[in-house]
């Protein structure tokens, strides 16, 4: 027996409910809540790329925190409830509908090689896509008719699913664009909640820079994940500035009770 460990809650006997690449999900302390855990890990096409990142985990915790509060503020519905430590958040446990939401502003990565274009260009406008989450197919993209035909999600879902996706483009966009960043694009999960009888939308999962191409305004420098895809290094410093111009706090810094610090020119 270690003493010198609180006898409550010890991470080993809390249940776990599923793990992923980046993240774990364990039991709630409330029926319908959750604790989604981040860890160190990245991947990479398709976990063939594997590496541990220490302190990962926890700038992605907080750099989602700051994104879901304020979606959630804005009235953009999402699984979050707050975050509980470095690396955990307490969540609400929803049924995650199993497509990879992906919204581009600026060609870039799968899109740039499939149709042949500059990565960089403008699009016309922001396209949504979506890819069908299984790990073993290597998350194939699929069409509105295959979601519907499989069943996994009804036309309905997908308007509102669509609808999110826009709403969090906006948001993701503008928060960026003030602190200098240019949103080329960024992948979210939706679920569905259970009220009752009421079942809406969600936006799930986390938002972070392993989830997003987030490139600086002046130099175009990727300070996302691409950093690890690309073997460019320096993932760490590249996710520490985005926490920084986001003006959120690091565990060690003393409070700046600073906002986002605006770029200016
Ligand atoms: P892509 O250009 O490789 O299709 O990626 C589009 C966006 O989705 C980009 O911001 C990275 C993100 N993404 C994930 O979050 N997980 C994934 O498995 C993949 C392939 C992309
Ligand atoms: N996360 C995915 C994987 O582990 C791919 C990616 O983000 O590029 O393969």
């Not at 990245?42 to 915790?61: C, M, P, R, S, Y």
């Not at 581009?104 to 069908?132: D, H, K, M």
Request: proline content about 5%.
């Amino acid at each position: 027996m270690d003493f010198h460990k609180p006898r409550y809650t010890p991470m080993s006997r809390r249940r776990r409910i599923y793990e992923g690449k980046a993240k774990v999900l364990y039991e709630g302390p409330e029926p319908g809540t959750l604790i989604q855990h981040f860890k160190d890990d990245a991947t990479a096409f398709n976990a063939k790329k594997h590496e541990v990142i220490e302190g990962k985990g926890v700038l992605n915790n907080r750099i989602s925190e700051y994104v879901f509060q304020h979606l959630n503020d804005i009235g953009v519905p999402t699984h979050f409830i707050k975050r509980l430590n470095m690396r955990e958040q307490l969540i609400r446990e929803v049924e995650i509908i199993p497509l990879e939401v992906v919204v581009r502003n600026v060609a870039a990565g799968s899109l740039a090689q499939r149709l042949g274009l500059e990565e960089g260009t403008q699009l016309p406008r922001s396209i949504i896509e979506f890819y069908y989450k299984n790990d073993q197919l290597g998350d194939p993209m699929v069409s509105e008719e295959h979601i519907t035909a499989f069943g996994w999600a009804t036309p309905q879902e997908i308007d509102d699913i669509m609808a999110l996706g826009i709403r969090v483009n906006d948001f993701l966009s503008g928060v960026f664009l003030g602190v200098g960043i240019r949103l080329v694009d960024f992948k979210m999960e939706c679920g569905r909640l259970w009220e009752g009888d009421l079942m809406r939308i969600v936006v799930a999962d986390e938002i972070s820079p392993d989830s997003c191409r987030l490139w600086d305004i002046k130099s175009n420098e990727k300070l996302d994940k691409d950093r690890f895809r690309r073997d460019l290094g320096g993932l760490l410093e590249a996710y520490t500035d985005v926490a920084k111009r986001l003006g959120i706090v690091g565990e060690n810094e003393p409070p700046r009770g600073a906002g986002p610090v605006l770029v200016k020119g």
